[in-house]
């Protein structure tokens, strides 16, 4: 799956964006989409799980009640709605793909395919 991350830019705290990862493949609604986010020096942080018909999600506590993960099978395409952003959002987020259960949405070397990451920079 290749996976393809957009909608990253320059916000100040409080505002808002949308994510969306995307791809070509058929296949897509089989997998585990999962958002990650890193910012240099640090390893991958989960942000946010969507099952694969979009009804078992999971997030981080850093953002639960902020961010919001969707799915649209039909558009081969994972969203992911960020509200009352703040400067420590700031990072790379990246999307991936996997067949992890539930409990482990969380752990990055369970997924497969990595999208390549959009930029968030968040201003104070």
């Known amino acids: 799956v290749q996976l393809q991350a957009s909608g990253g830019g320059l916000v100040q705290a409080g505002g808002s964006l949308r994510l969306s990862c995307a791809a070509p493949?058929?296949?897509?609604?089989?997998?585990?989409i999962s958002w990650f986010r890193q910012v240099p020096g640090k390893g991958r942080e989960f942000v946010a799980g969507s099952g694969r018909r979009g009804a078992n999600t999971k997030y981080s506590d850093s953002v639960k009640g902020r961010f919001f993960i969707s799915r649209d099978n039909l558009k081969n395409t994972v969203f992911l709605q960020m509200n009352g952003l703040k400067p420590e959002d700031t990072a790379v987020y990246s999307c991936?793909?996997?067949?992890?259960?539930?409990?482990?949405?969380?752990?990055?070397?369970?997924?497969?395919?990595w999208g390549q990451g959009t930029q968030v920079t968040v201003s104070s």
């Open positions: 991936a793909a996997g067949r992890p259960v539930y409990s482990a949405y969380d752990q990055a070397e369970i997924y497969y395919h």
């Open positions: 493949e058929s296949t897509f609604s089989t997998y585990v």
